[in-house]
């Protein structure tokens, strides 16, 4: 059984092979030719132990993703099987992997889903996840200015972003980020709602991907009101993990809004109007992870010379 490392993962694991990759295996779910897990959390005395995964056959790959969070630092490995003879294949760092499934899954939906040509890309947070989502949509879109908020940002973000990207960066108020931003992403540890959702510009498409748990949110009601409809990866987990959606009022119609991925990117209509605001609600699952392994694992295999799955 091999090991791949992060480094190893980065090597081999482009962001647009991550989007194709994806794209099929949420292809494949759709038609009920692959099966997820949800998400178990397990803690005692402050240390928490997480387990998700996915059976993937046409990617030739079952496994499951395992890791701890202990003081707010996350330690991830995937171990993954062959879909074929079920022989473990490998096991694989994951923190590279899950910051690049993150932000290709949210390319793949805002694809489908963003403005016809948007002019700003709006972020909060600009941790890891944030500057990954960053890097890839700018790849994908042609926008003129990035705007950031971020209380925690270094000095000299913007500067290092703008040259990264290739598109200027400026630093921005809640308010203003919200009522400029064309793509908007979250990407940040908030608890609480990041900025008033009637400050959201007409025909917005907002990427919540910060929050996964069930006690923390990142937009507020009005938000979800405005919104017309709420994307999710998998309602099984995600009704169960998102605060955005979870501590939202009744009367938002959260459940009437609900359109998952794999039908979105079926061709599901989901925008009625250039004006309506699209909200993609992101907690991570295990599909992405083995998909994404299963990917890395036969790049590799194949500059290696390892068995295949």
């Not at 005692?44 to 630092?73: D, E, N, R």
């Not at 899950?98 to 290709?104: L, N, S, V």
């Not at 940040?188 to 006690?215: N, Q």
Request: hydrophobic letters at 50%; charged letters at 20%.
């Amino acid at each position: 059984m091999k090991h791949l490392s992060d480094a190893m993962i980065e090597a081999v694991l482009t962001p647009e092979d991550a989007q194709a990759t994806l794209a099929d295996a949420f292809g494949a779910f759709g038609k009920g030719e692959a099966a997820m897990q949800r998400r178990v959390r397990t803690d005692a005395a402050g240390v928490k132990l997480s387990t998700l995964g996915a059976v993937i056959p046409g990617q030739g790959v079952v496994g499951a993703k395992v890791y701890t969070t202990i003081a707010g630092q996350f330690e991830f490995v995937i171990l993954l099987f062959s879909a074929r003879d079920g022989r473990p294949l490998a096991t694989l760092d994951a923190a590279a992997l899950t910051r690049r499934r993150t932000a290709a899954c949210t390319v793949l939906a805002a694809g489908k889903l963003a403005p016809a040509a948007p002019r700003v890309l709006g972020l909060f947070g600009a941790g890891t996840q944030g500057r990954e989502h960053v890097a890839q949509l700018c790849a994908r879109f042609a926008f003129e200015q990035v705007l950031v908020n971020d209380p925690h940002a270094p000095a000299g973000l913007a500067d290092t972003l703008a040259r990264q990207c290739g598109v200027p960066v400026a630093l921005a108020e809640p308010r203003s980020l919200a009522a400029q931003a064309d793509v908007l992403v979250t990407a940040s540890r908030a608890t609480t709602p990041l900025f008033a959702g009637d400050a959201l510009k007409a025909g917005a498409f907002v990427a919540a991907i910060g929050s996964s748990l069930p006690t923390t949110r990142e937009l507020d009601d009005r938000a979800l009101v405005r919104a017309r409809a709420i994307v999710v990866e998998w309602r099984e987990q995600t009704l169960t993990e998102a605060g955005d959606l979870v501590l939202a009022d009744p009367r938002c119609g959260v459940a009437d809004k609900l359109v998952q991925l794999d039908a979105v990117l079926a061709g599901a209509a989901v925008r009625q109007s250039p004006e309506d605001i699209v909200i993609y609600k992101s907690v991570g699952v295990g599909l992405e992870d083995i998909a994404l392994a299963g990917l890395a694992y036969r790049r590799a295999a194949e500059r290696e010379g390892w068995p295949l799955p």
